[in-house]
């Protein structure tokens, strides 16, 4: 190995990771608030970023360590379809700007910090609200698992042996976050943002000249996939569907989950996601030219162990030391936003959803606080068990089936804000046959995105989480209407009334 | 004007279905017709949702 220059990426690394380290802390007095003793201060940062904190924090979230990891890797190893994140983090906008002001005005209107706390106040039901809570809670778990699998292949590329820097990193950032709240990855998202885009533009800028162009990068990839006999640089017509649906499905998802809604009630006002909505694709289109790094691993004839290293290979093989350290260190710190996030985001649903609902309901602001922050902890160390003593592959497969839950809330919560037809036993029955039924279909086929729907004569391979989708819809129309419709009770909520 | 907000529609049209783009020439400075239709939609979605944009109040 090339232990002095490894000495300078390494110092590198331990620099900016020493600065968010006290950045995070130092979050607790950023904007500071008359106190952090309270849910919406301490997880939702007082509810009061603006734009440009908004746009780093949503993008620092959404486009998480993992996904810089992972969609080069699925480019890398199989063309064309590991590209549907590109049309899915496009239309996913369109989709944010229509649903997500309104989303935002029912919740600082009547004071609620979760997804789960707007489905009660709308349906005023016990159990659609437990639904939705325990969903996002079971989806987001291995979704921060994963982002220790992107910090891991920062760590290990920088040649750090073993578990302990892993766990170190880890536990740094569960005192921060219990400290400063969502204020500490607002704050930290800057830098890691900052830094991302740094290593990408130099990425795509340097690394396909010293490979021969684009042209020659595509060329190489569309040699490798022809002599691999699998994947191509185009779609085969059989894999339309496929890619069409799971850009669908996965825009559809991507802002039921607990961490992104977390960023779009911390905004200020509806405005403020609107405008987030016009501004936040320039990730986007940083992200499609990151997924061309797959290819430039094809053009530089990399030998990989396994698909994730493809980035960290291509740095380390085609940038000098120091900047290879920093490119690592910016994947690492991108893990630690979204773990923050996805913690804080889980922990209010537990808080709002379940303890507040059946453990305590005379808890006081205060009291919800210090339930959210410990809470927070326990939920990042059991994603660190998770990967340290379960195998990765069980993470990924609990990812895949997250995105399927997460989306089966996506009538409960966003219907009620366009139309009031709907009742909480349709909306509960349609919830349930979409999580069983598309977990049934997605196990039986060894826990593929992809399932196979034969309408007639011809099959269409689609993504299971949007077939479990239009299930879930149905049984929720056909419901309603054979369930004789009692008038919903819309009034303000007293329980949620500050 | 509020039937800029219809224009939201588009980005879905354009990029669901995939016959439109699956192709490989022409190409643009070296990328296949996919990709470079692709991430030419995000500058374009960008623009249709600031037109959306401006047809809403800026006071909520």
Same mark, same amino acid.
């Given at each position: 190995?090339?232990?002095?220059?490894? %000495?300078?990426?390494?110092?590198?690394?331990?620099?900016?990771f020493?600065?968010?380290?006290?950045?995070?802390?130092?979050?607790?007095?950023?904007? $500071?608030?008359?106190?952090?003793? $309270?849910?919406?201060?301490?997880?939702?940062?007082?509810?009061?970023?603006?734009?440009?904190?908004?746009?780093?924090?949503?993008?620092g979230d959404f486009y998480t360590a993992y996904t810089v990891i992972a969609v080069p890797a699925l480019? @890398?190893?199989?063309?064309?379809?590991?590209? !549907?994140a590109?049309?899915?983090?496009?239309?996913?906008?369109?989709?944010? !700007?229509?649903?997500?002001?309104?989303?935002?005005?029912? +919740?600082?209107?009547?004071?609620?910090?979760?997804? +789960?706390?707007?489905? %009660?106040?709308? @349906?005023? #039901?016990?159990?659609?609200?437990?639904?939705?809570a325990v969903t996002g809670v079971v989806a987001t778990m291995p979704y921060i698992a994963l982002q220790l699998i992107g910090m891991a292949a920062a760590i290990k590329a &920088?040649?750090l042996?073993g578990e302990l820097p892993l766990i170190a990193a880890f536990v740094i950032l569960a005192l921060y976050t219990y400290?400063?709240?969502?204020?500490a990855p607002?704050?930290i998202?800057?830098?890691k943002?900052?830094?991302?885009?740094? *290593?990408?533009?130099?990425?795509?800028? =340097?690394?396909?000249?010293?490979?021969?162009?684009?042209?020659?990068?595509?060329?190489?990839?569309?040699?490798?996939? $022809?002599?691999?006999? #699998?994947?191509?640089?185009? =779609?085969?017509?059989?894999?339309?569907?496929?890619?069409?649906?799971?850009?669908?499905?996965s825009?559809?998802a991507a802002?039921m989950y607990p961490h992104t809604l977390t960023g779009?009630?911390? #905004?200020? #006002?509806?405005?403020?996601?609107?405008?987030?909505?016009?501004? &936040?694709?320039?990730?986007?289109?940083?992200?499609? =030219?990151?997924?061309?790094?797959? @290819?430039?691993? %094809? /053009?530089?004839?990399?030998?990989?162990?396994s698909n994730n290293d493809?980035v960290p /290979?291509?740095?380390?093989?085609?940038?000098?030391?120091?900047?290879?350290?920093?490119?690592f260190?910016a994947i690492a710190i991108g893990a630690l936003v979204p773990a923050a996030v996805m913690s804080i985001g889980a922990a209010n649903l537990f808080?709002?959803?379940?303890?507040?609902? @059946?453990?305590?309901?005379?808890?006081?602001?205060?009291?919800?606080?210090?339930?959210a922050?410990i809470t927070s902890l326990v939920v990042k160390v059991g994603a660190l068990l998770v990967i340290l003593y379960l195998p990765t592959q069980f993470a990924l497969d609990l990812q895949l089936l997250g995105g399927l839950w997460i989306l089966?809330t996506?009538?409960?919560?966003?219907?009620?804000?366009?139309? $009031?037809?709907?009742? /909480?036993?349709?909306?509960?029955?349609?919830?349930?046959?979409?999580l069983?039924?598309?977990t049934? &279909?997605a196990w039986?086929?060894?826990l593929k995105p &992809? %399932?196979?729907?034969?309408?007639?004569?011809?099959?269409?391979?689609?993504?299971?989480g949007?077939?479990?989708?239009?299930?879930?819809? =149905?049984?929720? *129309? !056909?419901?309603?209407?054979?369930?004789?419709?009692?008038?919903?009770?819309?009034?303000?909520?007293?329980?949620?009334?500050? | 004007?509020?039937?800029?907000?219809?224009?939201?529609?588009?980005?879905?049209?354009?990029?669901?279905?995939?016959?439109?783009?699956?192709?490989?020439?022409?190409?643009?400075?070296?990328?296949?017709?996919?990709?470079?239709?692709?991430?030419?939609?995000?500058?374009?979605?960008?623009?249709?949702?600031?037109?959306?944009?401006?047809?809403?109040?800026?006071?909520?």
């Amino acid at each position: 190995m090339r232990t002095e220059g490894n %000495h300078a990426a390494l110092a590198v690394f331990l620099f900016f990771f020493a600065l968010v380290t006290v950045m995070g802390f130092v979050a607790a007095r950023w904007r $500071r608030p008359e106190t952090l003793a $309270r849910l919406d201060e301490w997880g939702l940062g007082g509810r009061q970023f603006g734009t440009w904190i908004t746009w780093f924090l949503i993008g620092g979230d959404f486009y998480t360590a993992y996904t810089v990891i992972a969609v080069p890797a699925l480019v @890398y190893s199989v063309g064309a379809y590991g590209f !549907f994140a590109l049309p899915y983090t496009i239309i996913v906008y369109p989709f944010v !700007f229509a649903v997500m002001p309104k989303l935002w005005k029912v +919740a600082k209107d009547r004071g609620f910090v979760t997804a +789960a706390d707007v489905v %009660h106040g709308t @349906y005023r #039901s016990r159990p659609l609200e437990l639904a939705v809570a325990v969903t996002g809670v079971v989806a987001t778990m291995p979704y921060i698992a994963l982002q220790l699998i992107g910090m891991a292949a920062a760590i290990k590329a &920088l040649g750090l042996a073993g578990e302990l820097p892993l766990i170190a990193a880890f536990v740094i950032l569960a005192l921060y976050t219990y400290s400063s709240g969502l204020r500490a990855p607002a704050l930290i998202a800057f830098v890691k943002d900052a830094m991302i885009y740094v *290593v990408v533009i130099a990425a795509v800028a =340097l690394i396909p000249g010293k490979l021969g162009g684009y042209a020659e990068v595509f060329r190489a990839a569309d040699e490798a996939f $022809r002599v691999k006999g #699998s994947g191509g640089i185009l =779609l085969a017509p059989d894999q339309y569907v496929a890619y069409a649906t799971l850009a669908l499905g996965s825009a559809l998802a991507a802002f039921m989950y607990p961490h992104t809604l977390t960023g779009v009630f911390a #905004s200020r #006002s509806g405005n403020t996601i609107r405008k987030n909505a016009v501004l &936040l694709p320039a990730y986007t289109l940083m992200l499609g =030219l990151l997924a061309l790094l797959g @290819y430039m691993g %094809h /053009a530089a004839h990399l030998r990989l162990s396994s698909n994730n290293d493809v980035v960290p /290979a291509l740095f380390q093989a085609l940038f000098p030391n120091w900047f290879a350290g920093f490119a690592f260190a910016a994947i690492a710190i991108g893990a630690l936003v979204p773990a923050a996030v996805m913690s804080i985001g889980a922990a209010n649903l537990f808080t709002r959803n379940f303890w507040k609902a @059946y453990v305590n309901p005379q808890i006081d602001e205060a009291g919800e606080a210090a339930v959210a922050k410990i809470t927070s902890l326990v939920v990042k160390v059991g994603a660190l068990l998770v990967i340290l003593y379960l195998p990765t592959q069980f993470a990924l497969d609990l990812q895949l089936l997250g995105g399927l839950w997460i989306l089966q809330t996506l009538p409960a919560l966003i219907f009620g804000l366009f139309t $009031r037809w709907f009742t /909480a036993p349709a909306l509960f029955a349609g919830w349930a046959v979409g999580l069983i039924g598309g977990t049934w &279909l997605a196990w039986a086929d060894g826990l593929k995105p &992809l %399932h196979g729907l034969t309408l007639g004569e011809t099959t269409v391979t689609a993504y299971v989480g949007l077939i479990a989708l239009g299930a879930n819809v =149905l049984v929720a *129309v !056909f419901v309603n209407l054979l369930v004789p419709a009692r008038r919903m009770v819309t009034g303000p909520d007293a329980s949620y009334q500050r | 004007m509020k039937w800029h907000r219809w224009l939201l529609l588009l980005p879905f049209i354009g990029l669901l279905w995939v016959p439109f783009y699956n192709f490989r020439e022409p190409s643009l400075f070296g990328f296949p017709f996919f990709y470079w239709y692709q991430l030419a939609w995000v500058p374009v979605t960008a623009f249709l949702t600031w037109l959306a944009y401006r047809t809403y109040s800026h006071e909520d």
